[in-house]
């Protein structure tokens, strides 16, 4: 935890990791479409936490609209939750595409973020690959502290075992008439449920499993318990629009009686 380090050691994990994501080899796996030229004109910028939290700050604000901004807490007393050297040696690499954010001594030694892009936002794969792509350059630079019983230890004790956390933002009309039944949907299929109060139908899912299985096997299970819920929330629009297009068909359907005509 980066709380408890020293001035020299920010120093060091601050300048290892950098020299990492600023490298060839992590440029390669987050632009694996890019040809050398363009790998060596650079992968992406290195922000201190003094850059982030200054007023205004044009990148703390794209990082937030793209989902990857974490929660900083610069509050007077700081230094008990980030210790006595914030902001320190802290700060985050934010990818040239703006889809990646890795932030460094923030609470972890490293808590890296990723997202889809707003134009596809669904493509959950495309993240997983990224994510994939890069954990396999930066396992072969660092050795991570794990527990035989728990996994990769982490600040956050919420992300023990592979540390991997997806989070889907979802809007659910139908299913959102019966909040407390999607509640107890999304947590039978492994999946906290929350909502803010002032966007109703509007919903967040994450995983709750990451100790004991492997990376994959959280992708696919959180992928598939998302795709059940999606898929029930088209079933119940469309069984609704087939009893509506009923009820309007009865409604106005014209009945065939005969004419009354006088003698």
């Given at each position: ?60 604000s794209m990082l ?58 669904g493509n959950i ?139």
């Open positions: 935890m980066s709380k408890s380090l020293s001035v020299n050691q920010l120093e060091n994990v601050e300048r290892i990791l950098t020299s990492i994501f600023m490298s060839a080899e992590v440029g390669r796996a987050l632009f694996p479409t890019a040809n050398e030229k363009e790998i060596s004109q650079g992968n992406g910028t290195y922000y201190t936490i003094n850059e982030i939290l200054e007023e205004p700050s044009e990148i703390r937030e609209s793209n989902g990857l901004l974490i929660p900083l807490w610069n509050i007077p007393d700081s230094d008990r939750l980030h210790g006595k050297h914030w902001p320190y040696g802290r700060g985050v690499f934010v990818s040239n595409a703006g889809n990646l954010a890795a932030w460094i001594n923030v609470l972890d030694h490293l808590r890296i973020i990723t997202c889809t892009s707003k134009s596809k936002a794969g495309q993240i997983y690959s990224r994510i994939y792509r890069l954990m396999n350059v930066i396992d072969k630079k660092l050795m991570y502290r794990i527990d035989y019983n728990f996994g990769f230890l982490s600040a956050r004790p919420t992300v023990l075992g592979n540390t991997l956390k997806f989070k889907f933002t979802l809007k659910l009309p139908q299913l959102f008439k019966e909040p407390q039944n999607l509640q107890h949907l999304c947590q039978v299929r492994g999946l906290n449920y929350s909502h803010k109060i002032e966007t109703p139908a509007i919903i967040s899912v994450s995983n709750q499993r990451t100790i004991g299985i492997t990376e994959i096997q959280t992708f696919d299970d959180f992928t598939t318990a998302v795709a059940n819920i999606i898929q029930l929330e088209k079933d119940l629009e469309m069984t609704n629009s087939i009893h509506i297009a009923a009820m309007f068909v009865n409604i106005f359907r014209k009945k065939k009686t005969p004419l009354l005509v006088e003698e």
